[in-house]
């Protein structure tokens, strides 16, 4: 792909809690002359944003509908539970489920986890949003259990989180719409997150193999550059520049007379 063939720009959707920014470094410096526009959707947008045309590829939370959507999964957060800095469970590496019984669980609206039942204590009402659910977590009214990206965004300093290994986790993947042929581009993304050479057959077009005429000629010039264009194998080198050629050999090869030995 190149030249002309190369689209104008592509468009990344990414979810809150995702950071693209070393694949768009990798980005800019494979294609500089394509831009990369980033759109940011939250984590129920993002699919109907990518079936509708207004992106390219995301960076987006499993599950998608895998009838409208393609989809890579990268990788698999840590769900922690945020708490106040003076909380008891602050004394611990990491926090269980069963150990958030009596406690008021948040539950936001756009919870990213998928409960079969629901930790803990429910609160009066359900917060519309994580950064809500974040602000009552300080007030002291609950506990909110999110990816850890989602910690580290919405970060306070009078709040902390500790790991809880039994809770359900959030896997981050890369989607774009369904198409019997994946556009070049998508192509591209797929091999930067992949972490493919520039020239891999799965990324952009690997650079063709040389034809076997032009491949004939350069080893025309290197022989004609050894000498070899108008003499045989044996032909002799000339010394290197700087350096002069030992004294007192003789033809063929053989070694120079030994100087007479000293009186004793």
């Known amino acids: 792909m190149t030249g002309s063939d190369i689209p104008s720009s592509f468009r ?118 994580t950064a809500d659910a974040i602000e009552l977590v300080a007030a002291g009214v609950g506990v909110l259990l999110v990816p850890q990206s989602l910690a580290r965004l919405h970060h306070r300093k009078d709040l902390t989180y500790r790991p809880v290994p039994d809770a359900p986790e959030s896997r981050v993947a890369l989607s774009w719409p369904e198409a019997e042929v994946t556009p070049d581009l998508v192509e591209e993304f797929i091999g930067i997150v992949r972490g493919r050479t520039v020239n891999s057959t799965r990324g952009r077009a690997a650079t063709p193999p040389r034809p076997a005429k032009d491949k004939a000629k350069d080893k025309a010039k290197d022989k004609a550059k050894r000498g070899g264009a108008g003499g045989g194998s044996g032909a002799r080198q000339k010394p290197a520049a700087g350096r002069k050629p030992q004294a007192g050999g003789r033809a063929g090869g053989q070694s120079a007379k030994r100087g007479k030995p000293r009186g004793r």
Request: no cysteine; charged share 20%; glycine share 6%.
């Open 12 to 129: 990344l959707a990414y979810v809150p809690g995702v950071t693209p920014t070393k694949w768009v470094r990798v980005w800019h410096e494979r294609l500089p002359h394509t831009s990369l526009e980033l759109v940011q959707a939250t984590a129920a947008e993002a699919p109907g944003l990518l079936a509708g045309g207004g992106a390219d590829a995301g960076l987006v939370r499993l599950p998608v509908d895998r009838d409208v959507l393609s989809a890579i999964p990268l990788y698999t957060e840590t769900t922690v539970v945020v708490i106040p800095r003076d909380h008891v469970a602050t004394a611990a590496e990491e926090v269980s489920l069963a150990e958030l019984s009596d406690e008021i669980v948040l539950h936001p609206l756009d919870d990213l986890l998928d409960w079969e039942t629901l930790p803990g204590r429910p609160a009066v009402e359900r917060p519309a949003t």
